[in-house]
């Protein structure tokens, strides 16, 4: 129980947790919009990596371009992905959808490989590989850099759905679509945007945990699992809750694999879920849903 | 009766085909793949039952079906047990742990079920890869033994194929007569509306876990084929997530609900990677593809194509004219024609101990939250007697008969029905204590037939286990046909006679109302709980609904009704209760509440209630 070893812990928890955040985000925002989850959440992290990885390495671009690049291209991957995987359905109970988000799912992922190969990648960092000495304990500054980033994102997201209009008419759309339509909010246009944003988020996780791991073609899966649990832990639909889920997850996730097993760190997530669920099935934030008679 | 011999042909020709088979295809490697697909579809046919019947997903499929290869292959290769005993092990050994995933999530659905059953599928592969003392790890189990006939090894896969196609043929059987029984009803109940088959005496936690346990097995003992056909090896990463989603494409392509559809699927899913082997690395992403396009495209799956195909509906027909239950409805509408009289309808109640008291409700209470929904009520119904409660919108009427049918459970007071305290049972308790309901916004099984409908509202009144629902006993057989009996007769009594085979929802309203109450009646109710059965209907259909409502009266059945048409209530009640905010105002007689100067109050507002009395 050696201190600086738990305040490096933390700060690999709070960076892992940043990341199950940032996709747990992506799902709640769809999910709030059209009632959905989007079983190939993952994929939206894993796709922007290998954009990111082939810009970097086969053509040299520059890291902040790079980014540039991928925030744009996961946009209209976004708007692709709900054509094809959600709109068709979008009358359609809730089965077909997640089998056909989880197809989508699995084409994206042996597409990458077919295009990228099957060997894990890895991706150039933009940060320095020494450690940061900070209160006394070294920390990969990737870290840092992925907790302050996410920071960021998440006070531009606070600022875009309070404050711009945009914002305003996408949480219109997701409270109430009929009475949005009423009013005269686009309403298929908004969706597109929130599965464009949710993506984008997704490419901002992406290129944050690229260089934490390796980019291979299964880093989606889990990653979009860790997060959907992250969100359930939350309280599903709450935005507070899928960031204070996905950090609480990360660290748990850290500090059980050490402390307990690491050979089972990826059945932590899970187990945790199903206490959860079992406990406080609203989740910390969420509020339970009634059905009326 | 030549229907009923001609349906033997079916299974005459099931055999037929299946000796066939190995002749014609005489490669070890497809005759490999056929005893695989018949893996998959025994798992699929699980799969099934828990989401085509009961309507509960679940994506752990694939990890019930490593629990039940590696039981099998554990207990072979390192205990010596005879691969036949493996295979008893690897059905149960599944369905525990079936009840283990049961059980946590009872209380889920949709995604939060979606997601529990991954973890726990997630969990389960950790273990197979990690308990490397029990399991040997990623390496995978090798050398699993064949079974054995005597002295005859069944090793080659056109023998083993025997083993599979047999299995295959029992299964599919089971669980054809599973959903014709009293325990498939249930869980096709649940599926269809979870609250109403609790008010219509479901169990809903047990079959659910019921659901789970035995799909669970079949997994297992999927499992079970692959684990000693094939390569006779098995690891880990054949039982993973993307491997139960496999299998609930299969389960959804073959059509959800259809146990045929789930072997067709199976299959299909099973050998159409082998086809599209040419297209090398690139064939998943066709496959993926597909997935997609078969969601958006074929929703209903195979089997819903086929169902609407002529030559289908001609042969359903003819399979149908030779089953007990249509021949049952023709003798019963026969028998109505040759005796002309009233029917004698269901039981009727021991009419003695009138006006005596049935339900009493002392200090009942609601609150959600801060909302005092129901605030210390006490009434009473009287047996014999047709109260109404009635009171302004937001009053707590319907919260009150969601207490007293067991929805909610009150924040306190007490129920009492006949003598028993029944206070926050569950719904299917107080059903079995003599309490039927209908909803303000009908709750049918809309998928289901008419009479199934009706068959389902007896339930807390018939027996057969999911043994006897399978196996079909003298007793089981007996019992079915007094239930249809009785169905029948409720059907007749209500008008719905010669709409017994027609689905629940695609009846009209009107219709749908009163067959809600003929699946209230079936449960030989002592109070009927009736949440505005006037809603929606026509001013004929109200007039009908009011003889029907003295008939049940007449019949021994008291009734307890809440609603808005006032003309109704005024008409029908013996006794009518008046809330407010929560809050009894008054009680009374139908003269006594309609001078009642807080019922006027309430209705119309202090203000215009004094100019009224003003005017007057």
Known sequence: ?293 | MTTRLNRLLVPAVLVVAVLILPRLVTSNYWMNLINLSISLAVACLGLNIVLGYAGQLSLAQAAFWGVGAYTSAILTTQFGLPVWAGMFAAFFVAAFFGILLGIPTLKLSGHYLAMATIGFGIILQLILVNAIWLTKGSDGITQIPSPWIGSFELKAPGDFYYVAAVSLILFTWGAIHLKDSRVGRALMAIRENEMAAGTAGVDTTYYKILAFTLSAGYAGFGGWLFAHSCSHYISPDTFSFEQSVIMLVMAVLGGNGSAIGSIVGATLLTLLPEMLRFLKDSYMMFYAAGIVAIMIFMPSGIAGLVKSMPVSLRLRAWWNAGSTAARQVASAAAARENSGGKPNAFSIEDCTGSGEVLLSVKGLAKHFGGLKAVDGVDMEVRRGEIQALIGPNGSGKTTILNMLSGLYVPTSGEIALDGAVVTGQKPHVITAHGVARTFQNIRLFGELTVLDNVLIGQHSRSKAGLVAGIFRPGSQRTEEAALRLKALEALEFVGLRGKEFAEAKSLPYGRQRVLELARALVSDPKLLLLDEPAAGLNAAETEALVELLFQIRDRGITILLVEHDMSLVMNVSDHITVLNFGKKIAEGSADEVEHNQEVIDAYLGMEVATEVSNDA
Request: proline share 4%.
């Open chain 1, 1 to 293: 129980m050696d201190w600086s070893t738990n305040l490096q812990m933390i700060a690999a928890g709070l960076a892992m947790g940043s990341i199950y955040a940032l996709v747990a985000l992506g799902f709640v925002l769809i999910f709030n919009a059209v009632n959905v989850v989007n079983f190939a959440q993952g994929e939206f992290a894993m796709v922007p990596a290998f954009v990111t990885v082939w810009l970097m390495s086969s053509l040299n671009i520059p890291f902040a371009l790079t980014c540039v690049i991928a925030v744009i291209f996961m946009g209209i991957f976004g708007i692709v992905f709900q054509r094809i995987a959600y709109y068709p359905l979008r009358h359609r109970s809730f089965l077909p959808v997640v089998i056909s988000t989880i197809g989508v799912g699995i084409f994206l992922k042996n597409g990458a490989q077919i295009i990228f190969g099957a060997e894990p990648l890895s991706m150039p960092r933009p940060t320095s590989a020494t450690a940061l000495k900070m209160l006394g304990v070294f920390v990969d500054p990737q870290y840092v850099v992925v907790i302050l980033c996410t920071l960021a994102l998440l006070g531009f997201q606070y600022f875009f759905f309070e404050k711009t209009m945009l914002g305003k008419k996408m949480l219109a759309t997701a409270q109430d679509k009929e009475m949005a339509r009423l009013l005269g909010i686009p309403v298929a246009k908004m969706i597109a945007i929130t599965f464009a944003y949710s993506s984008i988020l997704g490419a901002a996780a992406g290129i944050l945990v690229g260089p934490i791991f390796f980019v291979t073609k299964d880093m989606g899966a889990m990653l979009g699992l860790k997060a959907f649990c992250s969100a359930i832990l939350g309280g599903f639909g709450s935005v507070p809750g899928a960031i204070m889920g996905g950090i609480f997850l990360g660290v748990i996730e850290v500090f059980a694999s050490y402390y307990i097993s690491s050979a089972y760190r990826d059945a932590f997530a899970f187990i945790i879920l199903i206490l959860v669920l079992l406990l406080r099935p609203q989740g910390f934030f969420g509020e339970k849903i009634a059905e009326k008679a």
